[in-house]
């Protein structure tokens, strides 16, 4: 038999079966994923800053391109919600792997603009001395030196920094960009990898007190490798229960509107012990990222160790991620289980408000406090998702939106005041600030004001939102625990502020440092939104409103 003729044998056998032709190529859109694009691409090319530019201009290279990078992806996200991408063109990109809605441009939209403001404070260089006639940021001057080592005083003498900590936050932001808007499991537990590892990194680079920044970095490590961990295993469960990791199949399983049902499928179905405890193990890696009780003990630690600004960031963003994907796998995914997670919730939502209120008043470190109370905004928050109603979505995004620009601006002001050790983090050397340094106490209170939800602040306006849609929603008793739990919140908010105010300053206490404009900028966009949250509320309301629809 010639070789021709075996050829053309191959050939005939091969188009019969055809198996390269049913291999289609992936059809990504480009544009619905720009935000993300733009904001990975950068985080590369901030690698490779780090290789190939010299160290003397990393840090302004690396500064500007990254605010550039936020900037432009803020852009796309609004040419997309423009383009009507959060409402009628809303839809399902990447092969199924990302939903463009609403719900997602509005969250994305509030991390970049939150990323940007905690950039700004990254970039900070004035608030330290000068050392050997450099000027010095938060971060150590060499990460990999061990702390007190003879190379870690040449670091600092050479006048390094780790500018590294830029691309660092373009990765993590990337990883929140795609966090919420995740529209499979498996797209799910790869964004959230990617940005809690660069997370795990910057929680370990303080400049200060490094043994404690680092001690922090290892407990958040692990136990945010447990809580992973927890999710994967969910991930692994919920898809042995429906046969795919597709958040709509899954829901269509749920529900029981499934179509074309295989023999395998069939039997699984029957099994609601994969479904149950596969939720659960999803919802309970999530509420670990949220902060919410019981899975909350590495934020007090961890919010106190790791640097000011990365702890800013950190508290803001990452809860804005956190909650934007909570809200989709409770509303798109498991809406058929209602009934089994809204009472958990409730129990959630309850000991989290009142445990994050209660702790907070024994606290005597201003940043382990404002921990305490991002636990309790936790609970606050968790309020508004339990409504399951479109006002229910609507407050969280509004909540969400209001509280990161308070965080931040409030971690920038800490930042402020100085002793010879650093930040004077300690509530005691807060005494008398409000004599010494009107404006700073000023700006403070009003930010202690909006957490504590007083009238005329961004804070008011978001807890009466998401209340009130609880109430709405039929969790009446919850909205009545949520006022108590502001009431015992207050408490310390204004022990605070009356501390500033009305204590006589020591003579030994510590200075407010003068910042460069990036740090002033970033209070001042903080105390702006407060205000205008406060007063005028009413658009951005109908702009959350109107972006509280998921696709399915």
Not at 115 to 144: C, I, K, W, Y
Not at 487 to 504: C, G, N, Q
Request: with cysteine; hydrophobic share 55%; glycine share 10%.
């Amino acid at each position: 038999m010639s070789a021709t003729a075996v050829h053309s044998l191959w050939t005939t056998a091969a188009t019969a079966a055809d198996p390269i032709g049913k291999i289609d190529a992936p059809k990504i859109e480009y544009g619905q994923l720009s935000p993300v694009l733009i904001v990975l691409g950068a985080a590369i090319i901030g690698i490779l800053i780090e290789a190939f530019v010299p160290r003397r201009f990393r840090y302004y290279v690396q500064t500007f391109m990254s605010a550039v990078a936020l900037v432009a992806a803020f852009a796309a996200v609004v040419a997309l919600a423009a383009g009507g991408y959060g409402t009628t063109k809303a839809g399902i990109a990447a092969m199924g792997a990302i939903a463009v809605d609403g719900p997602a441009l509005f969250l994305q939209g509030t991390i970049l603009l939150a990323s940007l403001v905690g950039l700004f404070t990254f970039a900070e260089r004035r608030l330290d001395p000068d050392v050997h006639g450099n000027r010095v940021d938060s971060f150590a001057a060499q990460a990999a030196s061990v702390p007190g080592s003879e190379s870690e005083k040449k670091a600092v003498k050479a006048g390094f920094t780790t500018t590294e900590v830029f691309p660092l936050l373009l990765f993590a932001v990337a990883g929140m960009l795609v966090f919420p808007a995740a529209n499979d499991l498996l797209t799910l537990f790869v964004a959230l990898e990617v940005f809690s590892l660069p997370l795990y990194l910057l929680c370990a680079l303080a400049r200060r007190k490094r043994l404690m920044s680092q001690e922090a970095a290892v407990k958040y490590f692990l136990l945010g490798a447990f809580a992973s961990a927890f999710t994967l295993f969910g991930i692994a469960l919920l898809y042995g229960y429906a046969g795919s990791m597709s958040y709509g199949t899954i829901a269509q399983v749920v529900d029981g509107t499934v179509q074309n049902v295989t023999p395998a499928l069939a039997d699984t179905m029957g099994n609601d012990a994969l479904l149950l405890v596969g939720a659960a193990l999803i919802v309970m890696g999530l509420l670990f990222k949220v902060g919410a009780v019981p899975f909350h003990m590495w934020t007090p630690d961890v919010y106190q160790g790791a640097p000011t600004p990365v702890t800013g960031f950190m508290a803001a963003a990452t809860k804005v991620a956190a909650f934007g994907a909570l809200l989709r796998i409770l509303y798109v995914v498991l809406p058929g289980l209602r009934w089994d997670w809204r009472p958990v919730m409730w129990a959630v939502a309850i000991v989290t408000m009142l445990a994050g209120a209660i702790v907070a008043i024994t606290q005597t470190d201003i940043k382990r406090l404002l921990a305490y109370s991002s636990i309790a905004h936790a609970g606050f928050i968790l309020a508004g998702v339990i409504a399951t109603t479109p006002d229910g979505i609507s407050s969280v995004l509004f909540y969400l939106a209001a509280y990161s620009f308070v965080t931040i601006g409030a971690f920038a002001v800490v930042t402020l005041v100085r002793d010879a050790g650093g930040e004077a983090t300690h509530l005691s050397k807060w005494a008398g600030l409000g004599r010494r340094s009107p404006l700073v106490a000023a700006v403070f209170a009003v930010f202690l004001l909006a957490f504590a939800g007083i009238p005329l602040t961004s804070g008011f306006s978001g807890k009466f939102a998401v209340f009130k849609a609880a109430a709405e929603g039929g969790a009446a008793p919850l909205v009545v625990i949520g006022v108590i739990s502001s009431a015992i919140a207050a408490f310390f908010y204004i022990r605070v502020i009356v501390l500033m105010f009305f204590s006589e300053p020591r003579p030994e206490g510590p200075t407010v440092a003068v910042p460069s404009p990036l740090t002033m900028t970033a209070i001042g966009v903080g105390v702006a939104v407060t205000v205008v949250l406060g007063v005028a509320p009413q658009y951005f309301l109908d702009l959350a409103g109107q972006a509280g629809v998921f696709v399915r």
